[in-house]
């Protein structure tokens, strides 16, 4: 390795549970700077107006198999499966993009609230009857998004297991690419194997139901269908799953917050917003390679060259947010990036709003007393993992 590139630092940061006030590295003294990835140099843009810029230029690509793609690894890329579409640019993107969106619109969401609430109030339950103490991970914030998100595609919750291993292998950095292509292949074969079930048994009430009886009419391919059921499929609970529990921490760290939601549980939306920029749980960004020579922040970025939006650097930028490690519930924070921003913006961001308000709310309501089980320093966090959270929240009440 040359050595202006070994003096590099290394990224992606390591976060604590003790970082949650600010983004991973701390506070960056420079808002466009070289870091060294696995597969070699990229440059991280961390100011909220540059990665607002960024992440709405044409001059970048999301497709990680062009040469000289950020890569969390250092194995040979290889092209994105047929429809996995946050890793396609237009026109692929787009044609996914309208196609899977306005399944995700607020009206359709809002009619998924009682099917959330019911969810919530049953996880609730058999978490109390259970007994304390309880690990609020496995007994609530992952089954909640994953029944929601299971029901919505059409897949079936008895599975959830088969499907969570795989996802989390699929999303940590430190797998092998071994562990990465068998995580893959079995989870393609497994909705590949129930897309054909459900063209077999022609119309369904659920998203993968109704476009499977289209792909022998002009619609998506079997394989494409399949591709995009599977980025759903795992961005779909995995992400709000620990958005549940790292909020859930956050709250209890500050209990005022906390007893708001049960005394006012109007506060809900903007404690939402606040939790969504505080924790920015896809802690490490999202990657680009330049397609075309760019200036971001007054850096010249080269066409081939890899760059990092650190959305929880511009979530904390003191330049758009007044004392932006405060947690601050109050603060109207709708312009934050915890979605990401620009083309390739979370689709399912209105699901996700409502069940985290649903969630942490009805928590609030049925546990006032919920407390950590163990001290704070010594939950163990997700530190190889693209999502940010707890492996385990140990909570009594």
């Known amino acids: 390795m040359p050595q202006d590139q070994a003096e590099l630092p290394m990224f992606p940061f390591a976060r604590t549970v003790g970082d949650l006030a600010s983004p991973p590295g701390g506070r960056l003294d420079v808002p466009v700077s070289k870091v060294r990835l696995p597969s070699g140099p990229a440059w991280l843009v961390t100011r909220h107006a540059d990665v607002r810029q960024m992440l709405r230029s044409g001059a970048f690509s999301n497709d990680m198999s062009k040469p000289g793609s950020p890569l969390m690894h250092n194995m040979e890329a290889s092209a994105p499966m047929p429809g996995f579409f946050i890793a396609m640019d237009p026109p692929e993107h787009t044609r996914f993009r309208q196609l899977f969106a306005p399944e995700f619109m607020l009206k359709h969401m809002r009619r998924l609230e009682p099917l959330i609430r ?10 109390r009857d259970s007994g304390p103490p309880a690990d609020l991970v496995t ?3 992952l089954p909640v998004p994953s029944t929601v998100i299971c029901r919505l595609l059409g897949v079936p ?9 795989r996802s989390q292998t699929f999303t940590n950095a430190a797998a092998t690419r071994e562990d990465l292509m068998a995580a893959s292949r079995e989870l393609h074969a497994y909705l590949a194997g129930l897309v054909e079930e459900k063209k077999r048994a022609g119309s369904a009430d659920d998203l993968l139901g109704r476009l499977a009886v289209t792909t022998d009419k002009g619609g998506l391919t079997v394989d494409e269908l399949v591709g995009a059921a599977f980025l759903l499929l795992v961005a779909g609970h995995e992400t709000t799953a620990h958005m549940i529990a790292l909020g859930t921490l956050t709250l209890l760290q500050h209990p005022d917050e906390y007893t708001a939601l049960r005394t006012n549980p109007d506060t809900a939306a903007g404690t939402v917003e606040e939790l969504l920029r505080y924790l920015t749980i896809v ?15 007054g850096q010249a970025i080269r066409a081939g060259e890899g760059a990092i939006a650190l959305l ?8 758009a947010y007044s004392r932006p490690d405060a947690f601050d519930v109050q603060r109207g924070a709708q312009q934050h990036m915890a979605f990401g921003f620009g083309i390739h913006q979370c689709i399912g961001q209105p699901l996700a709003r409502i069940e985290l308000r649903v969630a942490l709310t009805e928590l609030a309501r049925r546990f006032p007393g919920l407390a950590l089980a163990v001290p704070a320093d010594e939950l163990t966090m997700r530190t190889t993992s693209v999502v940010f959270g707890p492996e385990q929240l140990p909570v009594t009440w």
Do not use: C, P
């Open 139 to 141: 007994s609530f914030s």
């Open 312 to 319: 929880s650097a511009a979530n904390h930028d003191a330049s």
């Open 283 to 297: 802690h490490w960004g999202v990657r680009r390679v330049a397609t075309a020579d760019v200036e971001i922040g």
């Open 157 to 165: 919750y008895a599975d959830h297991d088969f499907f969570q291993k």
């Open 118 to 127: 019911e969810t919530v109030t049953s996880t609730l339950d058999a978490m």
